[in-house]
């Protein structure tokens, strides 16, 4: 049993997944990164998965790591520590399916790193991202320098990360980190709304432009369009295509299979 996250299939195929350490600002500690680890690679390989929310218990998101299970460690535990939680960010990173971050609060440090692995990710009017490592001798280890310049620049990211400021959501907004921000009451049933909308879409074609869109953005435009043809080329002689074309055709809803 999950002591540290809760997962809830909140409609076929949709899944909630939420930090559930509210007593500790649901700050990533060693259970919480093995939990998601197993999560992940559990689900991974599952077809039926066609979307997944990840959100926070209570006022906080994610407070980033557990300062006070650190505190004292030696350098090899935090080392090992640390090995766990890159394993964790690798796996939340290799999911196929659509990942969307519903960001209710604070997201610090380790909390704004898996933000920044979800695909895109939607706000709380009182949330709050930002990356303080360098105000405790270190920086982020979870890809958070290289995600967070991929979607706001390398002269806004280099003052976040030098700074440790923190941005509250309308500046996330307009940044680029977030691409809405809600009323706290309402972030997570629109988050959902969204989240059903994209399940419903056809699965082969929501992975290979997940697919697409990560591997092209890191590659020469030629590259990137040749990426897209090869998925293209797969897609239309698919099982979904015919079904959704004839769908589109009589007028009714798709019952895409993911063949």
């Given at each position: 049993m999950n002591q540290?996250?809760?997962?809830?299939?909140?409609?076929p195929g949709l899944l909630v997944v939420t930090l559930s350490r509210p007593e500790a600002a649901n700050s990533l500690n060693t259970a919480m990164g093995r939990e998601l680890l197993a999560l992940w690679l559990r689900i991974a390989d599952d077809e039926q998965v066609r979307a997944v929310v990840l959100t926070g218990a209570g006022r906080f998101f994610c407070a980033g790591a557990d300062l006070k299970e650190r505190d004292g460690m030696t350098d090899a535990a935090w080392g090992e520590q640390h090995r766990l939680f890159e394993d964790m960010i690798r796996a939340q990173l290799a999911c196929p399916?659509?990942?969307?971050?519903?960001?209710?609060?604070?997201?610090?440090?380790?909390?704004?790193?898996?933000?920044?692995?979800?695909?895109f990710a939607w706000a709380s009017e009182t949330a709050r991202i930002g990356l303080p490592e360098a105000g405790l001798g270190i920086i982020p280890g979870l890809g958070g320098t290289q995600l967070l310049t991929r979607a706001v620049g390398e002269r806004r990211a280099a003052e976040m990360l030098m700074?440790?400021?923190?941005?509250?959501?309308?500046?996330?907004?307009?940044?680029?980190?977030?691409?809405?921000?809600?009323?706290?009451?309402?972030?997570?049933?629109?988050?959902?709304?969204?989240?059903?909308?994209?399940?419903?879409?056809?699965?082969?074609?929501?992975?290979?432009?997940?697919?697409?869109?990560?591997?092209?953005?890191?590659?020469?435009l030629d590259r990137a369009m040749a990426l897209e043809l090869e998925a293209y080329n797969h897609l239309f002689t698919t099982q979904d295509r015919r079904e959704g074309v004839a769908a589109f055709n009589k007028k009714r809803s798709p019952d895409f299979k993911g063949r």
């Open positions: 540290t996250i809760a997962v809830e299939e909140t409609a399916f659509p990942l969307i971050a519903a960001i209710n609060g604070a997201a610090m440090g380790g909390g704004a790193e898996m933000a920044l692995a979800c695909d700074s440790g400021a923190p941005v509250d959501a309308a500046e996330a907004l307009s940044v680029g980190i977030v691409n809405r921000v809600c009323p706290p009451e309402a972030l997570l049933p629109q988050v959902l709304e969204r989240a059903a909308l994209i399940a419903a879409k056809a699965p082969l074609s929501v992975r290979a432009l997940k697919r697409v869109v990560r591997g092209g953005a890191v590659l020469p």
